[in-house]
């Protein structure tokens, strides 16, 4: 295998590792139905949001340097939109996600009681319609890079 291919195994490899977990963590939090396992639930999706961080790095660390290895990468519109578009969903983390994610976490070490209260829901409602828009800029990235359509 040439140093190529096994930076395309990676970067394929890790668009399972990161993108893979991200696409379900919405899931795993709604299922809850009361504190307890809201809490665990958000303990089990910190713990699969490490694996989409380690995936996403890998990911545009080895799509860059494929890209210095093939030149030709670089006069595609697919590869140009696909890193826009991943530049545009990373930036998401600390813009979008992480401002909408911390009145939740406060919620899930001070409140008291089981009955999950109203305000989680609005709040995890905003922030899981974002973190479906980043889902489907994931998405749109997979395609582009399969299809290679411009």
């Known amino acids: 295998m040439s140093f190529y291919g096994l930076l395309v195994f990676i970067h394929i490899f890790s668009a399972i590792l990161g993108m893979g977990p991200g696409l379900v963590m919405t ?12 809490r665990h639930a958000f303990v089990i999706r910190n713990q699969l949001h490490i694996y989409t961080m380690i995936g996403g790095t890998l990911l545009l660390v080895t799509g860059i340097w494929m890209g210095f290895l093939n030149t030709y990468l670089f006069t595609q519109g697919w590869y ?13 983390g600390p813009f979008v996600l992480s401002p909408r994610s911390k009145p939740i976490k406060d919620i899930l070490r001070t409140y008291k009681g089981e009955t999950i209260p109203k305000s989680y829901y609005m709040l995890a409602g905003k922030l899981f319609f974002f973190e ?3 889902n489907i800029i994931f ?5 582009l890079m399969i299809l290679k359509p411009f």
């Not at 140009?80 to 998401?92: E, G, K, N, T």
């Not at 998405?139 to 395609?143: E, N, R, W």
């Open 139 to 143: 998405l749109i990235i997979i395609a």
């Open 27 to 38: 899931v795993i939090v709604r299922k809850a139905s009361n504190m307890t396992e809201l």
């Open 132 to 134: 479906h828009i980043t």
């Open 80 to 92: 140009w939109l696909s890193l826009s578009l991943f530049l545009i969903a990373l930036a998401f």
